[in-house]
């Protein structure tokens, strides 16, 4: 699933090249791609003829356009969304689910989602902790990358927690934006264990942790995301290449670039841990 590089990638390429766009005619070509806009497709594309896509915002792994009277299309990418900026006339991908054209006659903005599991639903904008962000993830906490993000409050909320520090990490009520991979990488920075219990780390292994993790993702954002198969790529189709900086995640049975230990890789939530034994040995408590 893309995790806040690649969603942050997504972003920027929105704001390029839709941001200040009036929409004429939206088409939703499966009834999946809009699952969480109740009202159905006939409101979803009524409502959004005519309005002005006046930005193009993230907050984690979520982002959305901003429109007028503040409303906003929310977008969640799934295991394999992509936002799609198209010449019109392009041939349609296989896997076309929301098609979006607008006023100038430029390029359409596509959504495209092989596994279904992405959407778009149209939702209100609140006002939390005097940022403007969607009603229904008014709950997602900030990311180590949002200017505003609290890193000592995070800390704080990392070490409340009774659970192993991985799982915390992909609390996106505690910090958003991480996800496997990067709470891999981040984990392997800070020579923390993925199973080390939450409420026993120190401020200073919870701060070197997040740390860690704002550092990883940026680098990764550098690269344009990290892209293990077609699935993830930016507004132009485009693979990210920070798959080929990967310290451990995916790495299982190579050498740790630290001390050459071989990588080791554990079940984790219906996924894998990776994770080198020499850096980050297993805590002697763990939950």
Sequence with gaps: MPELPEVEVVRAGLRTHVAGRVITKVEVLHPRAIRRHELGADDFTGRLAGLRIEAARRRGKYLWLELPEGQAILAHL??????LVQPEG???????????????????????????FGGLALADLVEVDGTLVPSTIAHIARDPMDPAFDPAGAVRALRSRRTEVKRALLDQTLVSGIGNIYADEALWRARLHWARPSERLTRAQGTAVLTAAAEVMAEALR?????????????????????????????????CRRCGTPVRREPFMNRSSYFCPHCQPRPRVTR
């Design 90 to 116: 392009t041939p349609d991908e296989k896997h076309l689910r929301v098609r979006v054209r607008f006023a100038d006659n430029g390029p359409e903005l596509r959504f495209v989602d092989q596994r279904t």
């Design 223 to 255: 690269a344009g995301g990290t892209s293990f198969d077609a699935l993830y790529v930016n507004v132009n189709g485009q693979s990210g290449y920070f798959e080929r900086s990967l310290n451990v995640y995916g790495q299982a049975d190579r050498p």
């Design 78 to 83: 799934g295991m394999s969304g992509q936002m």
